[in-house]
């Protein structure tokens, strides 16, 4: 069993192996004046340290369902601070390139880091 300081240790390594950073933005709508709405995505959080990886499948049932799902499209997989709050109605940027969220991974009991996959929007 993991003791509270080996756990807060290793999510400050996780940190250490995040090279990047990206803004997480959310959807916001606005009147056009005219009775309609304009969106936009806004910066809810900048200079998250994350690690964007290329993702590939790995064999579950739910990789298979989310590869199939967003076949065409390119699939990324986002790790960020385990603190940092992300969800399926955020968008990512990272380095000027725009992804959506698709699943954010449940790390359970001992979640070191925020793992979320994200699809480039294109």
């Not at 509270?4 to 004046?33: F, H, R, Y």
């Not at 109605?89 to 969220?101: D, I, L, M, Q, S």
Request: hydrophobic share 40%.
């Amino acid at each position: 069993m993991l003791t509270a300081d080996q756990l807060a240790s290793m999510k400050l390594t996780q940190v250490a192996a995040m090279p990047g950073t990206c803004s997480i933005l959310a959807l916001t709508e606005n009147s056009d004046g005219m009775g309609g709405r304009t969106e936009s995505w806004s910066p809810v959080a900048t200079n998250v340290p994350c690690r964007l990886s290329p993702m590939q499948a790995m064999g579950t049932d739910v990789e298979a369902v989310v590869m199939e799902r967003f076949q065409g499209r390119s699939l990324w997989q986002l790790t960020v601070p385990v603190t940092q709050a992300i969800s399926h109605n955020n968008r990512v940027t990272v380095a000027g390139t725009v992804y959506e969220v698709v699943q954010v991974r449940d790390g359970g009991q001992w979640e070191t880091a925020r793992r979320v996959i994200l699809a480039r929007v294109d």
